[in-house]
């Protein structure tokens, strides 16, 4: 059975970091690639960030590029979220998501979350 | 980037035929995914490439794609029914995805 579960969230200042961690089970990290997807309280989805099968590569959405690292452990099968300069805009249930690939022009693309976390929240508030 | 949009809201009585759309410049080359979200509750996938609905999902769940204009249409709508609705989509070389603003259906 796939499960992933979040955890790290918690109360941190504007312009501090955070580290969100998901653990994966049923399934191996390196095989799919794994995403962030974030939720302000009141709010719609919005993606944070995506990890590749590989872990060779990294996307991010523009409100956290440059500021937000996602990264992976093969041997924990463990993906992470590096949260840094933290900003009250920044404060939401995040969640963490398997991907599933399509084929799209011949080439598998991953495209949509089938698997997510129960999410960890966080507050950034001084 | 882009925009996916969504109607903020959409009620209908019980028994009768819910239709959420989702339209967006990009939808014409694009596949969408559906969720569903409830109140204190992960989101969980009930279509996916626009008209394939997987296992588990009721058969009164249904897509369609027309141009720009993605639909999921809710047949004999239930109470269990009432929930926030968003589309998704992702760019065609897997770096950008992009939700829709979300349907709140009430039941």
């Known amino acids: 059975e796939v499960r992933l579960l979040d955890s790290g969230g918690g109360l941190v200042q504007p312009g501090g970091s955070l580290r969100l961690s998901c653990g994966a089970s049923?399934?191996?990290?390196?095989?799919?690639?794994m995403a962030w997807v974030r939720q302000a309280p009141g709010k719609g989805l919005e993606w944070v960030s995506t990890i590749s099968g590989s872990g060779t590569k990294t996307y991010y959405g523009d409100s956290v590029k440059g500021r937000f690292t996602m990264s992976r452990d093969y041997s924990g099968n463990t993906v992470y979220l590096q949260m840094d300069s933290l900003r009250a805009e920044d404060a939401a249930l995040y969640y963490c998501?398997?991907?599933?690939?399509?084929?799209?022009?011949?080439?598998?693309?991953?495209?949509?979350?089938?698997?997510w976390g129960q999410g960890t929240r966080v507050t950034v508030s001084s | 980037s882009y925009e996916l949009t969504q109607a903020p809201s959409v009620s209908v009585s019980p028994g009768q035929t819910a239709r959420i759309t989702c339209s967006g410049d990009?939808?014409?080359?694009?596949?969408v995914y559906w969720y569903q979200q409830k109140p204190g509750q992960a989101p969980v996938m009930v279509m996916y490439q626009d008209t394939e609905r997987p296992s588990g999902i009721p058969e009164r769940f249904s897509g369609s794609s027309s141009g720009t204009v993605v639909t999921l249409t809710i047949s004999g709508v239930q109470a269990e029914d009432e929930a926030d609705y968003y589309c998704q989509s992702v760019d065609t070389s897997g770096t950008f995805y992009v939700f829709g603003t979300g349907t709140r259906v009430t039941v």
């Open positions: 990009a939808l014409a080359k694009q596949n």
């Open positions: 049923g399934f191996a990290i390196t095989s799919y690639a």
């Open positions: 998501a398997k991907l599933a690939s399509v084929p799209i022009f011949g080439v598998l693309i991953p495209s949509y979350f089938d698997y």
